[in-house]
């Protein structure tokens, strides 16, 4: 995945969306994986605004993703 300016929460829902489907995960697979709740999963690809951020860190490590220098992000080639 190339960089991508991310400038709001529904931005960042649909990178985590399109993430997750590429990657052939359900929800509930992406939950299990980032120990969060499906529920929690659902809000943040919707773009809700309120969320910990502690949660949203594992739902990005669980996909592979990293947060770099204001608002670029960078799938891991690991």
Known sequence: MKNQNLNDMEEIGK???????????????????SNTGRRFISDLENGKPNMQISKFLLVIAALG???????KWNKKDN
């Open 15 to 33: 990178l985590i969306r399109s993430t997750r489907k590429a990657q052939g995960m359900s929800q509930e697979d992406l939950a299990g994986l």
């Open 65 to 71: 993703l990293s947060m770099f220098l204001l608002n």
